[in-house]
């Protein structure tokens, strides 16, 4: 097996600015309704080592992409004290929004700047697999991190809307087994995992064409 080593570290370099921007944006809005906790933690910085998580940041999405699945993944939590917050849980759910949107924004504007430069169309070597990955890496870590399986952002904002004893239910699956789940997902359902997500991700891709006026 040939090892693509111009491809790892092109991958790994989306990976990091991803998920840097990723974890900033959840810092920025905590801050923003009032929580101070990440700020005096140090994670509202640009430093990858306060962010990333080597499992779930390098490991996962680096052998995801040796083997050909969508690319997906996580960073270390940032602290946030929701007591702090305005707008109780609906200030919850708005910092746990903020990381998967700032991926999706992140792939659109790739993905429009790569299709009006003909990025996509006429392979150009660096800048083709850049941009590129700079979608779906990040549409990965959109798709990943939205479902709504406690402790993953998707997860915040069910929490918002659900009844006091889905959310008791909730927190309790999150203070006991909440990682445990992301790892069956990630390990032993791998594969249910990428078809769901890779489902997802052409059915975004989709409406980023429609956009462009492709359909």
Known sequence: MQIDVLGIVIVLGVILVSMILHELAHGLVAYALGDTTAKEEGRLTLNPIKHIDPVFSVAVPLILYLTGGPIFGGAKPVPV?????????????LVAIAGPLTNFIL?????????????FTTYSGVATEIFVNLVMVNLGFFVFNILPI??????RVLYA??????????????????????????VVL??????????????????????????
């Open 107 to 119: 792939a659109l504007v790739a993905f429009l700047i790569g299709y009006n430069l003909g990025i």
């Open 190 to 215: 791998s594969s249910v995992l990428s078809r769901l997500l890779s489902g997802m991700i052409g059915g975004i891709l989709n409406f980023f064409y429609m956009l462009v006026g492709i359909s």
């Open 150 to 155: 406690p402790p993953l952002d998707g997860s």
């Open 81 to 93: 004290n929701s007591r702090n917050l305005k707008f109780g849980v609906w200030g919850m759910a």
């Open 161 to 186: 809307i659900a009844p006091d004893g889905a959310r008791e239910v909730m927190e309790r699956i999150e203070r006991t087994a909440g990682l445990f789940l992301v790892l069956i997902l990630v």
